[in-house]
C-alpha cells in the first residue's frame, strides 16, 4: 500500500489510465479545431466531439443538441443562472436556491442580488434535506428559477431532485440543478427528473480536469439562456470559445465507464463506508454522522470527532489526504457554511471531517486510514480538558 492514502475524491479523481488512453490521440495526431470545417483535420475532431456530446447525452437522458460544453461545473452554473436571469429577465426577477449549495451557486447568486434580482435562500433540516412545502410557498409569480443541487459535496445528502423537478413545472418555472456530485455516482435522467438545466463535470468522475457541461433543455419547455462569453458563437450560441478535444473525448469516456461499474462501485464504496462507520462508533465516542443516514452518496462519510479541532486531527496525520469540506472553501478558517446550515452544535461543526472514497480505494487503505484516525482522536482528546472532564470513563458513541 503507499502512502499518502488519498481519500478525498470529492474534490476531485485521478484521471482512470482508459480515459488518458482514449484522449491521448486529440492531442497529437488528431489535433484539429472542430470548428475548421474547411478540412480534415477540423473534420475529424468534430466527429470526435460529436460522438462524446451523443454519448453524454444518451447517458444522462437527455438530446445530443442539449449538452453544452464548458470549462467545468463552476462556469456550468454560472452559465444556468446568470444566462436565465437575463435572458428571462422581463419574466422576473426571482430566484429560489438554498443555504447548502456550493459556492459557485450561492456567490452566483450574491452576484445577481447586487444586480437587483431577489434570492430566497431555502433552510434545511438536521439532515440536510429541504423542505418540499417550502420550496412549494417560496415559489412566486416572479420566480423565473429555481436551483437545488442533486448531491451535497460535503455531507453527501441526495435531496429528491425528481418531487422539485415536479414542483417547478407546475409553477411553470425552470429547475437547475448542480449534479457535480452525482452524475457518475447515481442514476442520473434529466427527462424523468423534471431537470431543465444541469451543471456536471469530468474531474470527479475519473476524467480530467478543464471540461464540463450544462444541459439545457430543448423542449417542454424550451429552455432560452443569454450567452456569458461572447466571441463566436460555438455551442447553439450559448457558449464561446474553442472546444477542449482531448477533455471533451475524456468526458465521454469517463461517464461511460461510471454507468458501466456504477451498481458495483456503488456496493463496494458502501460497504467500505459503513464499515468505517462501524468501526469509529465502536473504538470512540463522541462520533457522530453529519448527513442523512441513508439519503447520501455511497462514497460519503463525513464525521464529527467531538472535542477534538479537525484541523489538529488532519495535522497529525498527514499520511492521509481528507479535508474539512469543499475544496473550494479550504481556505477559509470558518467552519463550513453546509454544517452550520444544518445547525449543529459547536463541538460537531469544528470537528467534522469529509472521507471521499473512489473507484482506486481498497479495504487496505481502508483499515490503514480508520486506525490513524482512531489513534489520532485517542492522542488529541488527552491533551483536550473539555473531553477529559465530560467524558472521562465513557465508553458509548452515538451514531445519529
Known sequence: MKVPVYMDYHATTPVDPRVVEAMLPYFTESFGNPASRQHR????TEEAVESSRSTIAKLVGAESKEI???????????LAIKGIGEAWKQKGMHIVSVQTEHKSVLDVCKKMEKLGYQVTYLPVDEYGLIDIDRLKHAIMP????????????EIGTIQNIAEVGEICHEKGVFFHTDASQAVGKIPMNVREMGIDLMSFTAHKIYGPKGIGALYVRSSNPKVKVAMQMEGGGHERGMR?????????????????LCSQSM????????????KMVAAFSSQLDGVYLNGHPTMRLPNN???SFTYIENDALMMSMKDVAVSTGSACSTANPE???????????????HSAIRFGLGRFTTEEEVDYVVNRVVENVKKLRELSPAYQSRFAGRTAAVYN
Do not use: C
Not at 451498481?263 to 459503513?274: F, M, Q, V
Open 41 to 44: 483535420f477540423g473534420w475529424i
Open 68 to 78: 453544452i460544453f464548458t470549462s467545468g461545473a463552476t462556469e456550468s452554473n454560472n
Open 142 to 153: 416572479k420566480t423565473i428559477l429555481v436551483s437545488v443541487m442533486v448531491a451535497n459535496n
Open 240 to 256: 464561446s470559445g474553442t472546444l477542449n478535444v482531448p477533455g471533451i473525448v475524456g468526458f465521454a469516456n469517463a461517464l461511460e
Open 263 to 274: 451498481d458495483e462501485d456503488s456496493k463496494r464504496l458502501s460497504n467500505y463506508r459503513d
Open 301 to 303: 462519510l463525513n464525521i
Open 335 to 349: 467552519p463550513s457554511h453546509v454544517l452550520k446550515a444544518l445547525r449543529l452544535p459547536q463541538e460537531r461543526l
